[in-house]
């Protein structure tokens, strides 16, 4: 007996549509979305206005190698904290404005003697500086040109805030 090649086709169609796995249905499909760790404090995405002035205090701090207490925020305004601490070398006032973008602080030297310095530093060849807040902890990590890191929790109480 001589078979046509169009059953001999369909006999192993029909014995392959047996052996397959079912497709899985929407429910077994895996999310694209990446699902946020609970062991990582994410950054608000707007801070008010206590919670700005306290994460500029500590980036700032840490960017001039003072403590969070040395830091006076002199006020806000349109998102823009207004910093000043005593000059390490002759006893001054050192001045800058700090505002926060999601996980980044970006700041800016003011009253340098070199006008083209007082720019926000947020260029290529500038440190990226970013902090989690986690209570009364606020974690900075500087990232310099090189790639090296540079990390530090700073308690910044809510009450200090107050300046």
């Known amino acids: ?50 919670e700005l002035r306290r994460v500029c205090q500590a980036g700032l701090a840490q960017v001039h190698g003072q403590e969070p207490a040395a830091v006076a925020v002199d006020g806000v305004e349109n998102g823009v904290a207004h910093a000043s601490w005593r000059a ?19 700041w800016k030297p003011l009253d340098l003697p070199d006008a083209t310095l007082v720019r926000w530093m947020n260029q290529s060849g500038d440190p990226v500086i970013r902090y989690v807040m986690d209570g009364d902890t606020i974690t900075i990590t500087q990232t310099l040109p090189n790639g090296t890191t540079e990390q530090a929790e700073l308690a910044v109480p809510a009450e200090e805030e107050a300046r």
Not at 6 to 25: H, K, N, S, W, Y
Not at 28 to 36: D, H
């Open 88 to 106: 390490p070398v002759d006893g001054g006032r050192m001045r800058a404005d700090c505002r926060v973008e999601n996980d980044l602080i970006v």
């Open 1 to 50: 007996m001589r078979l046509s090649p169009a059953i001999v086709i369909g006999a192993f169609a029909l014995a392959a549509c047996g052996e397959r796995d079912a497709a899985p249905t929407p429910a077994e499909k895996v999310s694209a979305e990446v699902k946020a760790s609970d062991a990582v404090q994410m950054a608000p995405k707007v801070l008010t206005v206590g």
